[in-house]
């Protein structure tokens, strides 16, 4: 046996050619320090991409949250019988033959009863400090009157909109400076306007109005709202769910089950993958073109948007179900088979219930990618000015022109008014919500039901 042990004063002994194999080499350095620097590449493009995420977020909600509330001016308003109900029978349709022009003198009348008990001086007339208020609010008066006509002759307070522009200048986005140009209000309107606020009649409270409520006109801004294209959208999301699934999920098991492997299939398969990644804006001229043009349905309404997005849908949905068929073990067809089951029997009865999962989950998410389009809709014509509820029933709601979520929030950011910019960032506010909410039950759906191997 050999002495390797050096002696006191003799020469080192020289180390194996090869080196210790826990010494890394100039290779295995530059291999590590290439890992590491992808490495924290990675971690830096995930932060960037949170850091844009935070800066979406947060400038959606800045700039939306305004949307969901609103400044209200409250009245006592004396609903005068000369003057709403003439011949004092209380005649529903002759209450209805006072129009709305008829009632600003009650609004203007209360406005200044309501000045003088609170012992504001102001130089301004009584016009003048009517056009604070919104336009909406002889509207909201002769619906109430006409909805309640035995409140005829009675003292009723009311709470009425104010105008976009002291809405804004409640709210921060109008400043005196800002309205220097302005000849829809001057300094002394906002001078009464602080003085009515600081009265305690005029203040900002939440906005049922704006998620419950209709589309309105440019000259009322401030009584617009998304309920009416929500319900747009809910109908369209009902035609795309009743068609998209049942026959998205057919095909995905025919062509993955029981297709044959020819070149017939391979062209289908080919141009459903091509299918999927066509921009929406092509499934609107074909469907302007085919259920429009052709087939003579009701434009701008939902049901022609559904069966457009049920187009458009349907390629995500067979991709989604035949991948989730594919992940299903040949064990368990085989095992199906081999105990006597027919082919549709081993299908229908053990593979399509464990592909369930991804099947809801890729459902879920093109159903989410439905509701958040907006070019098929400005195609067949989805993008109206709709400022009342749609008619009452199912078929009338399928049938009748309406609008949808994204459609709304595009018309809005076109218009002039700052008010309808801002209810176009709330509008975004709520479709995310939508949106998110879906995403959400179809990764609780999938983990609920989703089976490991």
Do not use: C
């Amino acid at each position: 046996m050999t002495d390797i042990s050096q002696t006191p004063g003799a020469a080192p002994t020289e180390k194996p050619k090869g080196g210790s194999l826990f010494e890394k080499d100039a290779r295995t350095k530059r291999r590590n320090a290439a890992e590491s620097r992808f490495k924290m590449y990675g971690i830096a493009a995930i932060g960037i991409g949170l850091l844009m995420l935070v800066v979406l977020v947060t400038n959606i909600v800045t700039a939306g949250t305004g949307a969901f509330q609103q400044t209200y001016l409250e009245l006592d308003v004396d609903l005068k019988a000369d003057k709403l109900d003439k011949k004092g029978n209380r005649n529903i349709e002759d209450i209805k033959k006072v129009s709305t022009f008829g009632y600003a003198p009650l609004i203007a009348s209360a406005l200044e009863s309501e000045v003088a008990k609170l012992g504001i001086p102001t130089e301004l007339t009584p016009k003048e400090m009517g056009k604070i208020l919104s336009k909406a609010a002889q509207a909201e008066l002769r619906n109430y009157v006409i909805s309640n006509p035995d409140e005829i002759g009675k003292t009723v307070s009311f709470r009425f909109l104010v105008n976009s522009r002291v809405d804004g200048y409640m709210k921060g986005r109008v400043t005196r400076e800002s309205i220097a140009n302005d000849k829809s209000i001057t300094v002394a309107q906002l001078d009464f306007v602080d003085q009515l606020r600081d009265a305690g009649v005029l203040y900002k409270a939440f906005n049922p109005d704006f998620i419950f409520g209709a589309d309105a006109s440019d000259q009322r801004p401030e009584a617009a709202g998304i309920g009416v294209s929500m319900l747009g959208s809910l109908f369209m999301m009902f035609v795309v769910l009743a068609l998209a699934l049942p026959i998205g999920v057919a095909a995905s098991i025919y062509l993955e089950e029981f297709a044959p492997q020819n070149r017939l299939t391979d062209i289908i398969e080919v141009n459903i993958s091509n299918l999927a990644a066509v921009p929406s804006i092509v499934f609107g001229i074909l469907g302007l073109a085919v259920f429009i043009n052709y087939m003579h349905l009701p434009t701008s309404a939902p049901l022609v948007g559904g069966l457009v997005l049920t187009l458009m849908t349907l390629p995500t949905i067979i991709i989604s179900t035949r991948a989730s068929l594919k992940a299903v073990p040949p064990s368990i067809r085989d095992a199906a088979l081999g105990v006597g089951a027919s082919k549709m029997q081993a299908v229908f009865h053990h593979v399509l219930p464990l592909a369930a999962p991804g099947i809801l989950t890729g459902t879920i998410i093109g159903l989410a990618q439905a509701l958040g389009e907006t070019a098929p809709l400005l195609l067949i014509g989805m993008v109206g000015f709709i400022a009342s509820n749609p008619p009452d029933g199912i078929v009338a709601g399928f049938l009748s022109p309406n609008s949808a979520m994204p459609a709304q929030i595009y018309e809005w950011s076109k218009r002039a008014d700052p008010a309808f910019y801002e209810r176009a960032w709330g509008g975004i506010i709520i479709l995310l919500i939508f949106l998110v909410t879906m995403n959400t039950i179809a990764v609780i759906l999938r983990r609920r039901f989703e089976r490991r191997w």
